[in-house]
């Protein structure tokens, strides 16, 4: 059994991946099914550690005046800290510090993957 997200759009599923880059890749899953990208991969911008990565804008789109979703995952310790928006292409994105051990409630096995990829 692992942690579910609870949202006004229901209860979702975070499942970590790697992408090509060794960058941490989250998506978000409703169902079983694939409700948004909670990460985005910017190869071109610098990251300073595994645990870091930046945040889908449209992720963003989900954020109402009762619900911002960087917030929500801020609350539970998902987001570790924020360090402000890097431009990239025609968009802005959040750069953040996930909280690892936190995420590993929520997919053990995807984190498990993960670090092993990475080589942490």
């Given at each position: 059994y692992m942690k579910k997200l609870s949202t006004p759009y229901g209860?979702?599923?975070l499942k970590i991946y790697t992408y090509p880059n060794k960058r941490i890749a989250i998506l978000l899953y409703s169902d079983d099914e694939l409700?948004?990208?909670?990460?985005?991969?910017?190869?071109?911008?610098?990251?300073?550690?595994?645990?870091?990565g930046f945040i889908n804008s449209s992720i963003?789109?989900?954020?109402?005046?009762?619900?911002?979703?960087?917030?929500?995952?801020?609350?539970?310790?998902?987001?570790?800290?924020?360090?402000?928006?890097?431009?990239?292409n025609f968009g802005q994105y959040a750069y953040v510090k996930f909280n690892l051990e936190v995420l590993k409630e929520y997919d053990e096995d995807g984190y498990n993957n993960f670090i092993n990829e990475v080589g942490a």
């Open positions: 209860e979702l599923d409700f948004d990208d909670l990460t985005i991969n910017l190869p071109n911008q610098p990251i300073n550690a595994i645990d870091e963003e789109i989900t954020t109402t005046d009762e619900f911002n979703m960087i917030d929500e995952l801020k609350r539970v310790g998902v987001i570790e800290t924020t360090y402000g928006q890097r431009g990239y």
